[in-house]
């Protein structure tokens, strides 16, 4: 395997799918970089972030298109190619610009294979940027995961590492169901290895990212680097956490889920995506219905407060739930179970 960054592993997935196959096609704002460049060059960035960079110079206008700024033609777009047989990529750049699109998205393509009876393919991946921490401000930092999640006909990809960031993505270009792929704007230049090689990792697959017995921590995304620090954390306190990153919201790995909890008899459940009706929410309560009664405390949920995402560096460290928070949440979870133990409950 080569170390490469969370970028670096988007960008192979899409270049190597593209080479494979030649239905698969990128569309959005800015994909190319734009035209004229600086010192000769024809291409720029190739995305805001870089992540398409190069793509255009090998594949050309036809596959790598570069759209005027506007989310719901870029979605409609996909949409008409995706019906006739393409496999567009469509990047809407920050998924924060959702609500411009969302009918396409909503009321049309999570619906067609529903609504034609199973004969309409729609093999579609919207990709687009999630996450708090870069100093974006309100609009430019949320994480609406749990708002795709909820939309009957979508599947939901929330990658943690550049691993999975490369198999995931090319699972979700093959998919013949629309695919929303979440990238965490704060994991691009992380690094991991990652095979050369076309792979694939499945959707609904949870991976057990640490092994422990005392508490399982769910995370997705950056929040799963942020609980691995608090199990470090924990570890010194002689408390073992198991990490279990769900990969994708939906479809939802819960047995895993529930497997872990079962081992552990504590939960906490981290998620930066909302406050109220959450990820966290979601797990929690179906956890909660497969094992009630053999918990030894209530779940603790770890998530941001119920506020938009301030813009002020120190206020948006308080926001984002941090290591140090998810190692409080578990000590609350460890000593309130002892309060109750010691008071006879």
């Known amino acids: 395997m080569t170390n490469k960054t969370f970028r670096a592993a988007i960008n192979e997935a899409l270049s190597q799918e593209m080479h494979r196959n030649p239905d698969v096609v990128l569309m959005g704002e800015d994909i190319r970089g734009g035209q004229g460049g600086t010192a000769g060059e024809v291409e720029a960035w190739g995305g805001v972030l870089g992540a398409t960079k190069g793509l255009w110079a090998t594949f050309g206008s036809s596959r790598v298109i570069d759209t005027p700024i506007t989310e719901s033609a870029i979605l409609g777009l996909a949409a008409g190619a995706a019906l006739t047989g393409l496999r567009p990529v469509a990047e809407v750049m920050f998924f924060d610009f959702i609500g411009v699109c969302l009918d396409a998205l909503y009321n049309q393509i999570a619906k067609f294979r529903y609504m034609f009876g199973g004969r309409a393919c729609t093999p579609l ?24 999640t909820s939309i009957p006909g979508l599947k939901v990809v929330v990658p943690s590492s550049p691993y999975d960031a490369k198999g995931l993505l090319v699972q979700a270009i093959r998919d013949d169901d629309p695919v929303i792929f979440c990238e965490h704007k704060g994991l691009y230049d992380i690094k991991g290895e990652v095979p050369d090689d076309l792979y694939t990792i499945p959707f609904g697959e949870a991976r057990i ?70 990820f966290a929410h979601d797990v929690a309560a179906a956890v909660q219905g497969e094992l009630y009664g053999a ?35 578990v000590r609350a979870t460890v000593s309130g179970e002892q309060r109750r133990s010691a008071a006879g409950v």
């Open 295 to 329: 918990l030894l405390a209530p779940i603790g949920l770890v998530t941001p407060p119920h506020t938009p995402i301030p813009f002020s560096p120190v206020l948006e460290d308080a926001w984002i739930p941090s290591a140090a928070a998810i190692a409080k949440a």
């Open 125 to 148: 991946v919207v990709r687009g940027m999630i996450g708090a921490g870069m100093r974006a401000a309100a609009q430019h930092s949320q994480s609406p995961y749990h708002l795709f």
């Open 209 to 278: 990212v640490r092994s422990g017995k005392d508490v399982t921590i769910v995370a997705l995304g950056r929040m799963v680097h942020q609980a691995l620090a608090a199990a470090d954390i924990l570890a010194m306190e002689r408390i073992s956490a198991e990490v279990v990153d769900p990969r994708t919201t939906s479809p939802l790995d819960l047995e895993t889920i529930v497997e872990s909890g079962e081992k552990c008899r504590r939960m906490i459940v981290v998620d930066e995506s909302a406050a109220r009706c959450g």
